[in-house]
C-alpha cells in the first residue's frame, strides 16, 4: 500500500522552530520529487518547498524563502521540512507530496503530485 505521511506538528511560539518529516511506505522517496504543501482555514493550499530526484534542486515560495529548508535523508526515506522563524501566518495544516516531475517549480506552483496524511502546525503565543 502506497502512503506518504507528514509528522512534526505542533503549538510553538512566534520565532520558534519544527521539523516536519515525510514518510513514505510502499515506495522509496528517493525517486520521485517531493513537495511541501499547506492550507490554512479559508485560505487555498500553497506549496512551500520541493526538492527535486537526482539532483536535489529546490525550490521555495517566497512566503517561507530564507526561514525553510527542504532536505532528503535517503538512507530513512524521509524529507524533512524544517522550519525557522514561525510566525502566526504559518499556521496551517502541512502535507508532503510525491511527483515524477523533476520540476520543482512547476510541482510546487501547480500544487502537483500524490499527497497524504498532513500535520497540524500552529503557531501562537
Known amino acids: 500500500q502506497v502512503q506518504l505521511v507528514a509528522s512534526g506538528g505542533g503549538l510553538v511560539q512566534p520565532g520558534g522552530s519544527l521539523r516536519l518529516s515525510c514518510a513514505a511506505s510502499?515506495?522509496?522517496?528517493?525517486?520521485?520529487?517531493i513537495g511541501w504543501f499547506r492550507q490554512a482555514p479559508g485560505k487555498e493550499r500553497e506549496g512551500l518547498s520541493c526538492?527535486?530526484?537526482?539532483?536535489?534542486?529546490?525550490y521555495y515560495a517566497d512566503s517561507v524563502k530564507g526561514r525553510f529548508t527542504i532536505s532528503r535523508d535517503k538512507a530513512k526515506n524521509l524529507v524533512y521540512l524544517q522550519m525557522n522563524s514561525l510566525k502566526p501566518e504559518d499556521t496551517a495544516v502541512y502535507y508532503c507530496?510525491?511527483?515524477?516531475?523533476?520540476?520543482?517549480?512547476?510541482?510546487?506552483?501547480?500544487?502537483?503530485?500524490?499527497g497524504g496524511q498532513g500535520t497540524q502546525v500552529t503557531v501562537s503565543s
Open positions: 510502499g515506495f522509496d522517496l528517493h525517486y520521485y520529487t
Open positions: 526538492i527535486s530526484s537526482g539532483s536535489g534542486s529546490t
Open positions: 507530496a510525491a511527483d515524477s516531475t523533476t520540476n520543482v517549480q512547476a510541482m510546487c506552483v501547480d500544487l502537483r503530485g500524490y
